[in-house]
């Protein structure tokens, strides 16, 4: 995200929801990011959208049987571009986010905090 | 209890029911032509539609499921009023008036656009305004055109009109241009009752001094148009520049 773009309240939910997610290697649709960040759809979604746009985040169907009739879920999932820009906005930002001890983020040590390495790499 | 207070009872409780089964397949419905109103590219409305068909599917409760539609419905209309505004904004400014270049996009933020786009619009608002309603001009064949600096500028300038056998004559004196160095020029149009159009007079240079008197010849006529002088820049190319002088023929300055 540029120093020009809008850095919201939403948007910072929103990236550290799918931080979060990434670190627990959890799949995230639409639906759950609503859940977590207690923000609305048209709110989430036009987060999902900005950051899409910007090639920090990739989307993708989830697999369901052929019978089914019910709609696919779009799942969310960050880009090493993503994550790296993530990280940089919410040490910028919300720097409290990163200190959370499941955001172990190879790569990105938290200022005065020691190394991270994801759950279950080490 | 009456039996009139009983059928409606019974019937009350039928429709509510009805309503609550009926809330999540209008939900879908609404959700799916929400994403389909917000984005304007066809591939990520269709996208986003299957999506928000997935999220009413998850939202727990019937009623909330048609809340949760309706939300994104706001949501869809609020975006689809804002690009339905700047497209009215751009295709004025663009195809009508044609004031609107400055920056060449990608270079300047939307709400810089917008801005450019709001203050050329009042420019050339204002210079329509100043031109009387019906048939702004004389109809003399001879006439003159007052030309003053858009908000920032000092520059001044007018244009003497006269008809001739090959056309119209146009005497424009200026004063206060900056020059624009080896390559820019300043360009003299006209702009149609109603700002649908521009045509080009002419061009020139003005040298250090900032003040020259140069005569052309147009087949455009000017009756019934203001005039406007802009900038053009290395780089404007296929576009138009900074209005820097604007007027309309004042009734009464037949010559």
């Avoid at chain 2, 068909?53 to 539609?69: H, M, N």
């Avoid at chain 2, 004196?173 to 003299?188: M, N, Q």
Wanted: proline letters at 6%.
């Amino acid at each position: 995200m540029t120093r020009s773009s809008r850095t919201t309240g939403p948007l910072l939910d929103v990236s550290a929801c799918l931080l979060r997610a990434h670190v627990r290697s959890e799949k995230l649709h639409g639906w759950a990011i609503m859940k977590a960040t207690k923000r609305s759809g048209p709110t989430v979604y036009g987060v999902l959208d900005r950051l899409e746009d910007r090639n920090w985040i990739t989307g993708y169907w989830e697999d369901q049987d052929p019978g089914s009739s019910k709609p696919r879920r779009r799942f969310y999932r960050l880009t090493p571009e993503g994550l790296a820009g993530i990280c940089d906005l919410l040490a910028e930002r919300r720097p409290e986010a990163l200190l959370e001890p499941t955001y172990r983020v190879p790569g990105f040590p938290v200022p005065g905090r020691r190394s991270v390495v994801p759950e279950g790499a080490g | 209890v009456s039996l009139w207070s009983l059928i409606w009872g019974v019937c009350s409780a039928l429709a509510v029911n009805e309503c609550c089964d009926l809330s999540p397949w209008a939900a879908r419905k609404v959700a799916c032509w929400s994403a389909r109103l917000r984005y304007a590219d066809s591939d990520r409305a269709e996208t986003r539609a299957e999506e928000l068909a997935a999220v009413i599917d998850e939202r727990p409760g019937k009623l909330f499921k048609l809340i949760t539609a309706l939300c994104f419905a706001g949501g869809a209309i609020r975006v689809w009023i804002v690009r339905a505004a700047i497209r009215a904004w751009a295709a004025r400014m663009t195809a009508d008036v044609s004031l609107v270049s400055i920056t060449p996009v990608g270079q300047v933020t939307l709400r810089k656009t917008i801005a450019v786009s709001a203050l050329t619009a009042a420019t050339a608002f204002a210079v329509l305004q100043a031109m009387p309603a019906d048939t702004p001009t004389t109809s003399a064949d001879t006439f003159t055109i007052s030309l003053h600096a858009t908000p920032g500028g000092s520059a001044t300038g007018e244009a003497v009109v006269h008809h001739t056998a090959n056309g119209w004559s146009v005497q424009l004196t200026v004063h206060g241009l900056k020059s624009l160095g080896p390559d820019g020029f300043y360009e003299d149009g006209y702009i149609r009752p109603g700002g649908q159009s521009v045509i080009s007079a002419g061009t020139f240079t003005v040298g250090e001094s900032g003040s020259e008197t140069f005569i052309s010849t147009s087949a455009a006529d000017p009756r019934g148009s203001a005039m406007q002088i802009i900038s053009e820049r290395p780089g404007d190319a296929g576009q138009h520049g900074e209005v820097i002088l604007a007027g309309a023929p004042a009734l009464g300055s037949a010559i």
